[in-house]
């Protein structure tokens, strides 16, 4: 049973470009997640999909967009990047009446230069 | 969301216990605790999560007052492995918004 995959691991882009980054949640789980956890700190969150809809949102500007597909995997988009968007960039799935217990991939790590 | 406050950092030795204490003073009646480890460049991992009283599973126990303002995470006989941040989530179970505070760094020496 896979966990909860994310690609790219890690990536360089430039000031001003768009990245897209991807999420295949956890088996049976229908429910994702998105974090931005910058050096040192906290995961913050960033928004959650649920039924291909943004459920919830944390506190990011509109350059921060997603998608979530049938088959319940993920997109994060960051257009415009700045940079301080340089972080490394969680994806959590869990089920939709579940049980709180959130099941994070390794994350993708982005550079912004 | 209820906020939470925990020690920026503590440190221990192989084979002692670690209590890590979570203020949560204005969590509500349907929040729950939960707690989360992570090592360096990985996704946090689920440990334990409780509602009130005592939780025990195979890796940590979970205390929790009857006031529900404060928990305590409990480790026994920790190893050098146990060394990571150590967040405290306060929230609604059914609700996937989890939000992260700063964490615990705990530090076990040799």
């Known amino acids: 049973d896979a966990g909860v995959t994310q690609s790219p691991t890690h990536l360089i882009k430039t000031r001003g470009q768009q990245v897209t980054l991807r999420c295949s949640p956890k088996?049976?789980?229908?429910?994702v997640s998105w974090y931005q956890q910058a050096l040192g700190q906290g995961p913050q969150f960033i928004f959650q999909?649920?039924?291909?809809?943004?459920?919830q949102r944390g506190n990011f500007p509109d350059r921060f967009s997603g998608h979530q597909f049938p088959n319940y995997s993920s997109e994060l988009n960051v257009n415009a990047l700045l940079l301080g968007d340089s972080a490394l960039y969680l994806c959590a799935s869990s089920w939709g009446a579940n049980t709180g217990e959130l099941f994070f991939g390794e994350g993708s790590r982005l550079t912004v230069l | 969301l209820a906020k939470t406050t925990q020690p920026i950092s503590m440190d221990s030795y192989e084979g002692q216990e670690v209590n890590i204490t979570c203020s949560h003073n204005?969590?509500?009646?349907?929040?729950?605790i939960t707690w989360y480890q992570q090592f360096p460049s990985q996704g946090p991992r689920f440990i334990i999560q409780g509602y009130k009283t005592k939780v025990t599973n195979e890796v940590a126990s979970l205390f929790i007052p009857a006031d529900r303002k404060s928990s305590t995470l409990s480790l026994p006989r920790v190893s050098l492995s146990d060394t990571a941040v150590y967040y405290c989530l306060v929230g609604v179970r059914n609700n996937n918004d989890m939000r992260f505070g700063a964490g615990t760094r705990l530090t076990v020496k040799p």
């Open positions: 204005n969590i509500a009646t349907n929040d729950y």
């Open positions: 999909y649920y039924e291909e809809e943004e459920r």
């Open positions: 088996s049976g789980h229908d429910t």
